[in-house]
């Protein structure tokens, strides 16, 4: 497998939405920038912030997370990476909070930033770093999807999210060099 060359963290852009559980593919890509030491700064060519370490790129798409696909397209375009060496971090509802699942395509799960991505690219066939953050129903909450989403986590779930951010950073390594399964193999197992 071909090591990833454009590493995207989907969140929205915003002081009101920094804390929200939408917004871990941003805490993910914002860690990654401190441990690789590259500044994300604005490309508007790009449609948010973006840095490079190398023949790599980071990306938080500057647009609300349904139209996160314009840059996303934008900048793998522009250098012509294709959608299997692209890496896209992302909340996932359909898992419990801190657990975690990488794999290449599949849907989109009602996913609105993975669905933008999806149609802009003309393909499913990315990567996909799911970082867990509970669905309102598993965790007893009577709350509206798109409420729980655009919410912090509860102080109870946060630590599990963060270490889960913790154990994606120790596995980058493997990422990096385009070890997947060394990764999966890493990241599904049972937290440490």
Known sequence: MNPPRLIV???????????????VGFWFVD???DTLKVALAPQSKF?????RAGERWLLQPGTYMNRSGQAVAALA???KIPAHDILVIHDELDLAPGAIRLKQGGGNGGHNGLKDIQAKLGTPDFWRLR???????SLGLSQQVV???LHPPRKEELPDIEHALARCLRAWPKIAAGDYAGAQQQL???AV
Do not use: C, M, S, W
């Open 131 to 137: 970082l867990g953050i509970g669905h309102p129903r």
């Open 9 to 23: 963290g989907l969140g929205n852009p915003g002081t009101e939405y920094a804390a929200t559980r939408h917004n």
């Open 188 to 190: 599904h197992g049972k």
């Open 47 to 51: 449609f948010g912030l973006a840095g």
């Open 147 to 149: 409420d729980f989403v």
């Open 31 to 33: 860690q990654l920038a």
């Open 77 to 79: 375009n522009f250098y």
